[in-house]
């Protein structure tokens, strides 16, 4: 049995590329915040997750360039030897008192962050307890750790509170969620799954890398939206969506923090946060802590948005945030309406199984406080030619 034999019988993506529907690394010639240029051709960009549009913020920019002038490109090491520059260590002193935490450390991607941050924290008797939906990213980071892995139906506290009931109490538990969900938009019950942890003496672990930033008074994500934080053990996230830059953090308690510090492999095996994007993110929180106004027309956009998408009669799910998903439940159908869009100048992301579930496939958009009104009616207007030319319906969403 050769072990190349799955890659040559790999037909999805040859029938794809054949077919002109294939949607997958396209390359982005220029990017001008709301706008880019895709095979040569401006396009509308909702298809981004730079939410507050920080990452082409020239206060941004100018920090990320000071911070290579200053320190390099890359400092070539791990946070653990040669690595951590007395800048990393100002990001973290600056998330923890942001997120009001007593610690915060630093990675190099969010996808690193929950590999480290989890499989630290799973030993041979203690198990995770995640969404269904939950991120990749917190699937490989069980999967990287000792401990059991079980998960519960989407959004669904009485499965969750079924598999919680599973277990001795001496058994270490470990509930994992996204603040927001990343495709469809919608929120985690944290009150009713606060209130779980606390019955049957579990621990939980929020990732809300779509939340910090975007919710909250004060940007702080979903647990401050909930009115939670205190509840919550440990936040995760990345800086790669609404602080417009590259990497990700942890924060939590000290004893807890520094565990993850010097037993996460992703931290201590990685090279660390470049010093532009470390330069990036201290400026972005700033703007944050500053400019509230981002998030309200944020806020604004995303309601204007989502109701004239329900308006035109597609289905966009439960989404209570700037991610605005149109749901298709057609893998074939989903690519062809997304090829009819970049075609007239539309950038969205095409969302097919296993990023959810079969029968749930979806055009993921995603809109920006830098978008105008102008813009929007724009691409509402494409959307609704695109329609009517194609006959194309909103499919009905399964939760």
């Not at 294939?22 to 939410?51: C, W």
């Not at 027309?297 to 289905?315: K, V, W």
């Not at 749901?327 to 009819?340: H, L």
Request: proline share 3%; with cysteine.
């Amino acid at each position: 049995m050769d072990v190349f034999k799955k890659c040559f019988d790999y037909e999805f993506v040859k029938f794809l590329k054949a077919n002109n529907r294939y949607p997958y690394f396209e390359p982005i010639q220029e990017r001008h915040g709301t706008e880019a240029t895709v095979r040569s051709k401006d396009v509308m960009m909702l298809g981004s997750n730079d939410y507050l549009g920080l990452s082409t913020d020239s206060r941004v920019v100018e920090a990320a360039l000071a911070a290579t002038v200053k320190y390099g490109t890359s400092v070539s090491g791990s946070r653990l030897l040669n690595g951590t520059l007395s800048l990393h260590e100002e990001l973290e002193e600056r998330l923890a008192r942001f997120l009001k935490r007593e610690k915060a450390i630093v990675f190099s991607t969010g996808y690193q962050t929950n590999l480290g941050t989890i499989s630290a924290l799973l030993g041979r008797n203690d198990v995770a307890i995640i969404d269904r939906n939950a991120h990749a990213s917190i699937v490989d980071g069980t999967r990287l750790g000792f401990g059991k892995l079980k998960r519960f139906k989407h959004n669904d506290t009485e499965d969750l509170e079924k598999i919680l009931q599973s277990f001795p109490e001496n058994i270490g538990k470990l509930i994992i969620v996204d603040g927001v969900y990343s495709m469809e938009g919608n929120l985690a019950k944290l009150k009713e799954i606060v209130q779980l942890k606390k019955k049957y003496k579990a621990r939980l672990l929020v990732d809300d890398a779509h939340g910090i930033g975007i919710l909250g008074e004060n940007g702080r994500g979903t647990c401050e939206h909930f009115g939670i934080e205190n509840e919550i053990d440990i936040i995760t996230g990345t800086f790669s969506k609404s602080f417009g830059s590259l990497g990700g953090f942890a924060a939590g308690d000290k004893d807890v923090i520094d565990y993850i510090k010097h037993n996460g492999r992703s931290m201590i095996f990685s090279a660390s946060m470049t010093p532009a994007s470390t330069a990036a993110v201290l400026m972005s929180l700033e703007v944050m802590e500053t400019e509230p106004g981002r998030r309200r027309l944020l806020q604004a956009n995303a309601e204007r948005f989502s109701n004239h998408l329900t308006d035109l009669g597609f289905n966009i799910g439960h989404s209570e945030t700037p991610i605005i998903p149109i749901y298709i439940d057609d893998t074939m159908r989903t690519f062809q309406f997304w090829q009819e869009l970049m075609n007239k100048g539309v950038y969205t992301n095409p969302i097919i199984a296993p990023a959810v579930p079969e029968g749930n496939e979806l055009l993921r958009t995603s809109v920006m406080a830098t978008h105008t009104e102008q813009q929007l009616n724009h691409v509402l207007n494409i959307l609704e030619d695109v329609t009517r030319e194609n006959g194309f319906l909103a499919g009905k969403v399964q939760v």
